[in-house]
Structures are given as C-alpha cells and as structure tokens.
C-alpha cells in the first residue's frame, strides 16, 4: 500500500503566504511552565503500579495522564486480578475474567487519578478478537474517548466529526496532542492517515500551535525497538514512516516543535529514532518508549542507548515551556511508593513479587 502524503499541499492552502516561514522560537505563547504525564501497558501488575503513578501526577501537579494502551492482559489472567483477595478465595473462570478486566482497570487504575484529566489509548491487547474489539473499546471508554475536550476539538477539527474514534487530537496551550492507534497490523489505515494529515495541516497553518506531540501504542518504524514496533507488518512499517516523514516536515517546514511517545515494549528509553535508519531517510525525532505502567518487563534491545531503563516501572513527566519546549524526565515508581491502601488490598508478598519476579530480565 503506497499513500501519497498531501499534508503540505493541504498546509500551504490553509496557512497562506508566510506562515510556515516563521521559527518556532517566534510562535511565543504567555504562562507558567505546565507539566503532563504519560506511560503505557498497565497489564499484569498494573493495578498495584498504576496507583503510584496516581500519586507521581499529584505530587507534579499535572494537567493530565496520558495511558499509551495495554490496559489489560486479555489472552489470560493478569495476576494483579488473580490476586485480589476475593479471586484467591474463589479462581475466576475465563469467562468471569473476560466480564470484569475492563471495569477493573476503570476501579483500579482510572479511579486512583481522581478530577485529574485521564486520555485514554488503544494498545494491541485491547483487541484480541474474538474476545475483544476496537467497538467493544470505544463502547466501554465511551466516557473518556468523547471526553468533553476530545468531542468540542473533533468537532472545531471537522463540524461534521460526530464519531468518535480510537484515534483523537487536542490542543492545550498551544500544544497540540495526538493519540494514533498502531494497535493491529492493518494501522494505520487510509481512513486514519487522512484524518492525521489533515487535521496537521490545519496545526501547521495556526501560529498558535508551537508544538506537536504524537503519542501511539506500538512505536513508528525504524526506531531502536524496531523489532516490537510497527516494523511488525508492512501497513505499519509503510504507514509509519508516512507519519513520520509528516512529522519531519511539520518540524522542518512547518517550524513546530515535535516530539513522539510510544510503549509496547515493556521498558524505558529515549533517543529511539536516534537510527542509521532515519539519520540517512531525514532525520532524528525526540522519541521515547514508556511501557513501564506495570506490564512485565522486557529485555532492552541490542544497541539500547546507556540511558535506557530495564526492569522498572513509572512513567514520562513532560514540562512544557511557555515557547512550547518539552523537557522530559523518567518518574519511577519503586516498591515502597505503593500506596498502603494498594499492599493491603494485595499483600506485601505479591507487592514484592511484582518487583522483583515480573520480568524476563534476572535482577
């Protein structure tokens, strides 16, 4: 599949003359620096770990939490549900498991963000058919995938948008935001694509905007973590370096600010795109993966920068400055930041267990 990118066609007619001449340095916006936290694949452990990244977005005072998909393990038991007391008395059925993954993870993991703002992804283990879909996804996070701020942007993006989607966009401060489902093999498709450049083209053509960030579930292709990435099927590879190259333009011509979040990979790392790839095909993004939400964690990839982090868990602080610079900063969560009320819930033994056993790397 070969899709022809239109977005600085579609840019030049909304922006007119000028426009994309001026840097983003000049795009100044007024206020305080302001701060938002992201991560993803809350799986396995998620309903201890995810708790105290609820208290990390308190204590920073964040405008939002972003979760970047892998709610739910889904193709089996995650073992933070296994392990709730009223389960250990009485084992759950696969069916049973299957009824309750999704309110869990709204009771366990939502609800622990109180009035903080909570952006909601897909990942690829919320669509596992014929046990779960993307219409079973949207149906049940209906109220944070047409949160009022997601439905008021849809609709200022097209007047006609009624629909809401496992992909979103929305603007805050002069940052805009998007969420990309890459969550299955055939993402992104035609249909996700036009939106996306469409919806950039009219960022670009508004000096308001100084920054683009674009997070997603499984990382755009030719990054360090090529080999659980996008580059898993050739929609995405292809697809993915569309977006990419979009995104390269938008920074290069457009004069944005971008950066570029992912997880599915089950550790920390930044610099992701920082490839031999991307240095020969335009150049290197500020990228990060952040799959550290409580999945079990992974063994870092041959040629992983010094920087990266492997088994740990927490999340990406983002600190936006009033030009529209991102500063990021790894949170990690350690076992004795669990909340009391959460070892309780599940004693210590599995706390620990948590830590130190859910992993495929020795500690």
């Given at each position: 599949?070969?899709?022809?990118?239109?977005?600085?066609?579609?840019?030049?007619?909304?922006?007119?003359?000028?426009?994309?001449?001026?840097?983003?340095?000049?795009?100044?916006?007024?206020?305080?620096?302001?701060?938002?936290?992201?991560?993803?694949?809350?799986?396995?452990?998620?309903?201890?770990?995810m708790p105290a990244i609820?208290?990390?977005?308190?204590?920073?005072?964040?405008?939002?939490?972003?979760h970047l998909g892998d709610l739910r393990l889904t193709t089996g038991f995650d073992e933070d549900i296994a392990h709730q007391s009223e389960h250990i008395a009485k084992p759950l059925s696969v069916a049973q498991y299957e009824q309750i993954e999704w309110p869990d993870y709204i009771e366990s993991q939502i609800k622990p963000f109180g009035s903080i703002p909570f952006f909601l992804g897909i990942g690829n283990h919320e669509t596992v058919p014929p046990l779960k879909t993307r219409e079973d996804f949207l149906l049940q996070f209906a109220d944070w995938l047409d949160a009022p701020v997601l439905r008021a942007q849809r609709l200022k993006d097209d007047p006609t948008d009624f629909r809401m989607k496992t992909y979103f966009h929305w603007i805050d401060r002069g940052v805009s935001f998007y969420y990309?489902?890459?969550?299955?093999?055939?993402?992104?498709?035609?249909?996700q694509l036009r939106w996306f450049e469409r919806t950039l083209a009219k960022d670009l053509a508004d000096p308001a905007v100084t920054t683009i960030v674009t997070g997603m579930h499984k990382a755009l292709p030719e990054?360090?973590?090529?080999?659980?990435?996008?580059?898993?099927?050739?929609?995405?590879?292809?697809?993915?370096?569309?977006?990419?190259?979009?995104?390269?333009?938008?920074?290069?011509?457009?004069?944005?600010?971008v950066y570029v979040l992912a997880s599915h990979s089950h550790y920390f790392m930044d610099g992701i795109f920082d490839t031999d790839y991307w240095k020969q095909h335009g150049g290197v993004l500020p990228g990060w993966i952040v799959g550290t939400a409580g999945a079990h964690r992974y063994a870092l990839p041959p040629n992983s920068p010094p920087t990266a982090l492997v088994n740990v868990?927490?999340?990406?602080?983002?600190?936006?400055?009033?030009?529209?610079?991102?500063?990021?900063?790894?949170?990690?969560?350690?076992?004795?930041?669990?909340?009391?009320?959460?070892a309780a819930r599940y004693g210590k033994d599995f706390v620990h267990w948590c830590f130190a056993e859910n992993s495929d790397v020795s500690q």
């Open positions: 599949m070969r899709i022809r990118s239109s977005i600085f066609v579609l840019f030049a007619i909304i922006s007119g003359a000028g426009l994309a001449e001026r840097p983003a340095a000049a795009q100044q916006t007024s206020g305080a620096p302001w701060r938002f936290l992201a991560s993803g694949d809350s799986r396995n452990c998620g309903d201890v770990v609820a208290e990390t977005a308190k204590k920073n005072q964040v405008a939002f939490y972003w990309l489902d890459s969550a299955t093999a055939d993402q992104f498709d035609a249909a990054s360090i973590s090529a080999g659980h990435s996008m580059n898993e099927s050739p929609t995405g590879t292809e697809s993915g370096r569309q977006v990419y190259a979009d995104l390269l333009r938008a920074r290069d011509e457009g004069h944005k600010r868990y927490g999340s990406l602080l983002g600190t936006v400055q009033p030009n529209g610079e991102i500063n990021f900063e790894f949170q990690r969560v350690e076992e004795k930041d669990i909340p009391d009320a959460v």
